[in-house]
């Protein structure tokens, strides 16, 4: 009985796009892209930046401030014989203070989200780029709700 509640519980918050993450009270945050894909275009790469300060800005977080937190996006991929499988990752790291005894400060993953996709090599860009739309649509959906 309690396997299945967990189960339950589990799944429920997996629907509900809820998590153990939380944005609650994020005011400012930079921006940072980690490419390992060698074939993006350096535009994509722009794009994702402008994407991702067009998106923070949207929600009301200001950006380029010194000592904020960082939202990431990290681009990994494998190749086979022109399909690409690419692993996109948007990460929000920041210092925390632990509640241990000695109440040390750490650098933490206070968010994440993934996506992968397999893509030709002709839709490598465009498909990276709805990656991180969709990515950063979740992360938006997220701080919104957390913000109710």
Known sequence: MKKLLLLLFITVMSVNAAGFWT???LQKANVYVKNDVSLVAPDTIK??????????????I???????????????????????????????GEEVQTFRADKS???ALTYSANDFIDVDRDELDSGILESVDFLLSQFSEHFNDDKD
């Open 62 to 92: 200001k950006t380029k401030a010194q000592d904020s937190p960082t939202l990431m996006v990290a681009l990994e991929d494998l190749d086979d014989d022109g399909t690409h499988y690419v692993y996109v990752k948007l990460a929000l």
């Open 23 to 25: 944005l609650t009270g």
């Open 47 to 60: 794009t994702i930046k402008t994407k991702m300060y067009t998106a923070l800005e949207n929600l009301g």
């Open 105 to 107: 400060s750490t650098f």
